[in-house]
């Protein structure tokens, strides 16, 4: 296992492929924070900065993007689900708190139909319980023909735009940057099969009303790309679950609005009786 100081960008053997990870704080139920498609662990900077007084953080590099590079395995969000319970049993979490955004939240619900006995309580944020419909899936082949086609820049400037309210794409752009970045880091196979692991998903949908543990539900009010009335379904499905709206936010609420979603992290958190130290909010950007 490799790593660098103070617990970021660590590595470890999962399955076939060396998975990279942030693991900062203390505490003994670790909260796994899980980003979406196409980005990478860097996403919930604002979210370990804030938590780790008080918590175990971590964040992972999802198979194939950001530092956990593989450019040959089929992928799937199966295959996703099931690294991140061996990652888990790697570094010794028999149970932990999962947090899944978009691709991220497919993960988890995944993971957590197949293994509930690993999760303590479950955050989805942006994220829905559906299988692509037929032309939603007909449109992501037909996206991975123009990828291969013309390559990724017009698909990646294309998503950018849709994962933002409006108002962050002019008034947050070093967000926008940073997130531009991430997105253009991942090589074409990559972008290319993580569509095919998002267009051949199966639904979630049918076992919500099973899950049993405390679930937060948070999504950006503006959010195109899993609408609201996907998360306000979930919330109607899983009993006694909490769902957070929050205002002039896309897809991306984390990092457009991270004082209200760290506050809406905290409240949640503060019910389960975690932590002996309390983080502290202060309104600014990640």
């Known amino acids: 296992m490799n790593s660098e100081p103070n617990g970021?960008?660590?590595?470890?053997?999962?399955?076939?492929?060396?998975?990279?990870?942030?693991?900062?704080?203390?505490?003994?139920?670790?909260?796994?924070?899980?980003?979406?498609?196409?980005?990478?662990?860097?996403?919930w900077a604002?979210?370990?900065?804030?938590?780790?007084?008080?918590?175990?953080?971590?964040a992972c590099d999802i198979r194939g993007?950001?530092?956990?590079?593989?450019?040959?395995?089929?992928?799937?969000?199966?295959?996703?689900?099931?690294?991140?319970?061996?990652?888990?049993?790697?570094?010794?979490?028999?149970?932990?708190?999962?947090?899944?955004?978009?691709m991220g939240g497919f993960i988890a619900?995944?993971?957590?139909?197949?293994?509930?006995?690993?999760?303590?309580?479950?955050?989805?944020?942006?994220?829905?319980?559906?299988?692509?419909?037929?032309?939603?899936?007909?449109?992501?082949?037909?996206?991975?023909?123009?990828?291969?086609?013309?390559?990724?820049?017009?698909?990646?400037?294309?998503?950018?735009?849709?994962?933002?309210?409006k108002d962050s794409l002019t008034g947050k752009?070093?967000?926008?940057?940073?997130?531009?970045?991430?997105?253009?880091?991942?090589s074409q196979q990559i972008i290319t099969m993580g569509l095919k692991a998002l267009a051949e998903r199966a639904e979630t949908c049918s076992t919500l009303a099973e899950i049993d543990i405390p679930t937060l539900i948070v999504c950006g009010r503006e959010d195109v790309v899993t609408p609201l009335t996907q998360s306000e379904s979930m919330h109607k499905a899983i009993e006694g679950s909490i769902l957070q709206v929050i205002d002039d936010a896309g897809h991306v609420s984390n990092l457009e609005q991270p004082f209200e979603f760290n506050k809406h992290l905290y409240d949640f958190l503060e019910t389960l009786n975690l932590s002996e130290v309390e983080p502290v909010l202060e309104s600014k950007e990640y």
Not at 87 to 95: A, E, P, R, V, Y
Request: glycine share 6%.
């Open 8 to 43: 970021y960008n660590l590595t470890t053997q999962v399955n076939n492929f060396e998975l990279s990870y942030d693991d900062v704080g203390e505490g003994a139920l670790p909260i796994i924070f899980l980003h979406g498609f196409p980005f990478d662990k860097s996403m």
């Open 173 to 186: 752009k070093e967000i926008v940057e940073k997130v531009r970045g991430v997105v253009f880091s991942n």
């Open 65 to 102: 993007f950001g530092a956990s590079h593989d450019e040959t395995s089929y992928l799937t969000i199966n295959l996703f689900a099931d690294d991140l319970v061996v990652f888990m049993s790697k570094l010794n979490i028999d149970k932990a708190i999962i947090c899944g955004l978009s």
């Open 46 to 58: 604002g979210q370990l900065e804030f938590l780790k007084s008080g918590y175990r953080v971590i």
């Open 109 to 165: 619900l995944n993971a957590q139909k197949r293994f509930p006995d690993r999760f303590e309580a479950l955050i989805l944020c942006d994220t829905q319980c559906i299988a692509d419909t037929s032309e939603v899936n007909a449109k992501r082949y037909k996206t991975i023909d123009e990828i291969n086609t013309n390559g990724v820049t017009g698909f990646n400037d294309g998503f950018i735009k849709s994962v933002f309210h």
